[in-house]
Every structure is written in structure tokens, then in C-alpha cells.
């Protein structure tokens, strides 16, 4: 059976910059455009040119893609001709392909935000559309606010799109601007927007997560006849973000009826790339990604109760949806105090350790994660350290150097401008391969300014290792996390750390004591020798 052609439009450049706290730089545009042109993406609105510098630099400079790149704009003003209105020219002027221009559709926006008369709001619409593909362009009406329009005044909001279609725009997107409209609501006024006379094939769909079900929305605008998805990375966007592309994608492409029906421009093949595409947006906004983001999250495929770990060794269709190297992740079995030997005799296998069920070790292991999760420890969060700990009793974990001491200090002093600053100093005494090794190092980040105690610790940890050192260059820090798990003067500190490497792997590490540095340097430890044992770092 003949599939059909579904488009996925991306918003990240321009709507998934409405989120509070995110500004790309151009480098960074032309990062996440190429991420996009490689993953299939069919269309890529790089910003509206002439709003900010940033988006006007993006378009001066924009990467080759075989995606179709597109400019955003808004539709012309009343009282100026489409072809003398000066904002609809810096649109035009960036020479993309395709123009995506934003215009009312809801007898309310129109009377109450532009304050203008129905119908000058419909001969705005009608002019810009016949300007734009008199200029050889492809035109997209963003029809802002359509479904509250539509649930208002049906008829005027039909005259709207109408009115684009009819003009010349080969797209009309339909916008759920608000993000109120729920799924069966979608599907019923898609379907009557078809009814009355502009194809599904013509059809876009554009909607926002404020109810949590922007992606939800998308799929039922598709089932009801559009043919078009527009939406964010990683749910990107104002208020409560957009549709998000990473969720809506493999959908589309491995679950039925969609799989069945539809084809897109993404590959097989591109989809496994998808988590180091969602994981590198976050890099550039310096997020920590979320651990429970549908198909690429940490967590997406982690299997805690014993019962679920027991069914997953013999099946893993009993407890996964798809297999997780599909959108290029991973099944993880976390180790905890509800833990089982199923879990466990599962987990040493992934990480390389096939281990015979009657291995006297497994029960001691079992007891030693209960006794310490006791204490504070968290080997559900914390995968690599439950790694080195299983090792440690198995006999196989080499001890690739020895910490002999380390000491912090915190002063306050004075500087020369009269104010109080704070230095932290860390000494760090290692023993490799019978030689001591003295590092010293100090808590001033790249910028100048002080980044605290730990800080300066993980500098001098790996400042000088020896041997080991060209595996601890390519290791950063990407998230820090402290938890009280004991209040009062006696509080025990809980420090779990993220490390990634060149590879693009991530491993957690954790550390526990009375003393948030004690704790820190405990986590800091177990992610270097987690490095070296998964590197295969001689001894």
C-alpha cells in the first residue's frame, strides 16, 4: 500500500525561542538547522528577519540545507500596500524559499487586538498571500488563534483561511494559540475545514502543550486530515511549550496507524540519532535534560521492580513499547533497595559482566546496595557508582590510582575594589604507580569569577593523573545535584553528579556524607574510575 506524504515543519529557531530563559546565538541557529537537516525535517523556520539582529545574521548566513527554509513574518498593515509595507519587505528580503506569515482568523483578535473592521482584516490577508507567490515564494498562512476563532464564529474564521487559500497559500496552519483545544475537538474542526473546501493535503497543524496535549492534538489534526505538523525540539516554546517534534517523530514513524498510513522525511536510520539531537539542544541551552522525556529520556527505558527486570531478561516487549535503540537510547534496570537478583544479574550483563546465578557475590552485592541506600546512597539515580560497587565485590575493579589525601579551604577576603569575595583551594595527593603526585588547584572559573569549593576539588582531582590523563581531559561535569536526606545539625548530604565524555555517553555518580565536599569528592572519584574502567585504562 502507497504511504502518504506527511511534513514536518520546525519552529525551534523561531516560536521554541519564545521560551523564557532562551536567546540562540547565530552560531547556534545554524547548530540546530543542520541538526534538523540531518535528522529529515522537511521545513525549518530560521526567525523572522528584521525583528532582532540574531535572526536577520541567521538569514545573511544560513546553512545549505534540502530542507526548505523559511522566513516568518506577519501579513501587511492596514493603510500600506503589500508592497510597500516595509515589515512584510524584510521578509521578503530574506529570500527563503518559503514565507510563513501570521494573520487572524478570530472575529475576536480582530476586532479587539488590531481593532479593525472584519472584512479589512480578510482584504489584508487576500493581498499578502497574492504578493507573496506573485514573488515566486511558497506561502504558509500561520492562522494565529484559529480554533478559539473557529469555536466563536465559525464562519468568519473559515472566511479567514479562505481568504490566504484562495490568495495563493499553498499551506494554511491552523493554530491552537492558546493551547486550550482538546484532541477531539481538533479532529472535528479539522474535518469541517476540509468539508468546506481546502484539501487535508493543503492542511497544517500548530499547537501548544498549556493542557499537556500539544502532541496529542498534532496526531488527532493528522488522523482528521491534515498533512502537515508544525512543532518545537524537545517541546520547545512560550507558556508551556509547543508540540514536541521529539515525541511526535518516532510516533509517526513506529507506531500504527501512522507508521502504516504516512511516510516522512525522516529515515529509519536518521531516527536513531534523535536522543543525541534532543540531548545536544539541551547542551547549547546548558539544560539538564529531562530524565522522563518520552522516547529519549534517561528514564524512558528504565526498569526498577524486580518483576518488571525479571520479564525483561526473558522478553522485552512485556515491559517496552518499542526497542530503545530505535530512537538511540538505551534499557537501563536501575539498582535499589527493591531490587532482585533478576535486576541485578541483568544490569552486570549490560555493563559487561556475565555472572553465574549461583555466584556467592549476588546476594553480598544485593545486601551492600540495601545497607548503604540505608545511609543515604541512591543506585537508582546513580547507575555508574552501582557499577564500580558490584565490581569492587566481584574482584574486578582495578585500582588504577589511590588518594592519599586531600584538603579544601574557604577564605573571605577583601579585594582591591572594597568587597567581600570568596576563594576556594584544593590540594589533591594522589599514588600512581608507586609515585605521590601533588595537585593544586583554585575555584576561579573560565570567566573569572569564583565557582566554589567543589569546583576547585574536581580541578585538582584531575589536573595531573599520570597515564590516565587523555581520559580525563575529555570529561566534563554537566549537572550537580545535592539532596539533605537527614535534617538537623546530624544531616547526611546526598551529591549526585553527571559526567559525559567525547563519546556522548553520560554516567551518574553519587556521593554521601555529613560533609557536602566529602560527598562531592566521593561522586567526582567514582566518575573518573567509572572512565577508566569503561576505557579499558591499563593498570
Not at 85 to 102: G, I, S
Not at 410 to 431: D, F, H, Q
Request: aromatic content about 6%.
Amino acid at each position: 500500500m502507497t504511504r502518504e506524504r506527511l511534513y514536518l515543519f520546525d519552529t525551534t529557531l523561531r516560536d521554541g525561542q519564545q521560551t523564557q530563559g532562551v536567546q540562540f546565538s547565530t552560531a547556534e541557529k545554524q547548530q540546530i538547522a543542520r541538526m534538523l537537516d540531518d535528522l529529515g525535517i522537511d521545513y525549518i523556520e530560521g526567525g523572522w528577519p528584521g525583528a532582532n539582529p540574531t535572526d536577520s545574521e541567521f538569514f545573511d548566513a544560513a546553512p545549505n540545507t534540502r530542507a526548505t527554509m523559511t522566513a516568518f513574518g506577519m501579513t501587511k498593515r492596514s493603510g500600506r500596500s503589500a508592497e510597500n509595507d516595509d515589515v512584510l519587505a524584510a521578509v521578503l528580503n530574506a529570500k527563503t524559499p518559503a514565507v510563513c506569515l501570521v494573520g487572524k482568523s478570530s472575529r475576536f483578535q480582530v476586532e479587539n487586538a488590531l481593532g479593525i473592521p472584519l472584512e479589512e482584516n480578510l482584504d489584508n490577508l487576500s493581498a499578502s498571500f497574492a504578493h507573496i507567490k506573485a514573488q515566486g515564494r511558497e506561502a504558509l498562512f500561520d492562522a494565529e488563534h484559529f480554533f478559539d476563532g473557529y469555536k466563536a464564529d465559525p464562519d468568519y474564521a473559515l472566511k479567514a483561511v479562505h481568504a490566504a487559500y484562495d490568495a495563493g497559500a499553498r499551506w494554511i496552519v491552523l493554530c491552537d494559540t492558546n493551547g486550550g483545544t482538546l484532541p477531539d475537538e481538533i479532529s472535528r474542526i479539522v474535518k469541517e475545514v476540509i468539508a468546506s473546501g481546502i484539501p487535508g493535503a493543503n492542511l497544517g497543524i500548530h499547537t501548544h502543550n498549556d493542557t499537556e496535549q500539544a502532541v496529542a492534538g498534532s496526531l488527532a489534526a493528522v488522523l482528521a486530515g491534515a498533512r502537515q505538523i508544525q512543532g518545537t525540539l524537545n517541546g520547545l516554546g512560550e507558556r508551556c511549550g509547543n508540540a514536541n517534534l521529539t515525541s511526535l517523530i518516532p510516533t509517526l514513524l513506529l507506531k500504527d496507524p501512522f507508521a502504516s498510513q504516512f511516510e516522512t522525511g525522516v529515515t529509519l536510520d536518521a531516527l536513531e540519532g534523535l536522543r543525541i539531537v534532543s540531548r545536544t539542544l539541551d547542551d547549547i541551552l546548558n539544560r539538564v535534560p529531562s530524565k522522563q522525556a518520552a522516547y529519549v529520556g534517561s528514564s524512558a527505558f528504565a526498569h526498577k521492580a524486580g518483576l518488571h527486570a525479571s520479564a525483561i531478561l526473558k522478553d522485552p516487549t512485556t515491559y517496552e513499547h518499542i526497542d530503545p535503540a530505535a530512537v538511540g537510547n538505551s534499557r537501563i534496570v536501575p539498582m535499589s533497595n527493591q531490587a532482585g537478583q533478576s535486576n541485578l544479574r541483568k544490569r552486570l550483563f549490560e555493563a559487561g559482566l556475565e555472572v553465574a546465578k549461583d555466584n556467592p557475590a549476588l546476594p553480598r552485592i544485593l545486601e551492600v546496595v540495601k545497607a548503604r541506600e540505608a545511609e543515604g546512597y541512591s543506585y537508582d539515580t546513580a547507575q555508574a557508582s552501582f557499577e564500580l560497587l558490584a565490581r569492587r565485590e566481584l574482584g574486578l575493579l582495578p585500582q588504577f590510582f589511590e588518594v592519599k589525601r586531600y584538603r579544601v579551604t574557604v577564605e573571605r577576603r577583601m579585594n582591591k575594589y572594597g568587597n567581600m569575595i570568596s576563594l576556594s583551594e584544593a590540594v589533591v595527593v594522589v599514588k600512581i604507580d608507586g609515585q605521590k603526585v601533588l595537585n593544586v588547584s583554585d575555584s576561579i572559573g573560565p570567566d573569572g569569577s569564583d565557582q566554589g569549593p567543589v569546583n576547585a576539588l574536581n580541578k585538582a582531582l584531575s589536573k595531573d593523573l599520570g597515564p590516565y590523563q587523555a581520559h580525563i581531559d575529555e570529561m566534563k561535569l554537566v549537572d550537580f545535584k545535592v539532596r539533605i536526606t537527614n535534617g538537623g545539625t546530624d544531616a547526611v548530604t546526598r551529591v549526585i553528579i553527571d559526567t559525559e565524555d567525547a563519546q556522548g555517553r553520560v554516567w551518574s555518580t553519587v556521593g554521601v556524607s555529613a560533609n557536602i565536599v566529602d560527598a562531592s569528592f566521593e561522586a567526582l572519584l567514582d566518575a573518573i574510575n567509572w572512565k577508566l574502567v569503561r576505557d579499558a585504562a591499563s593498570v
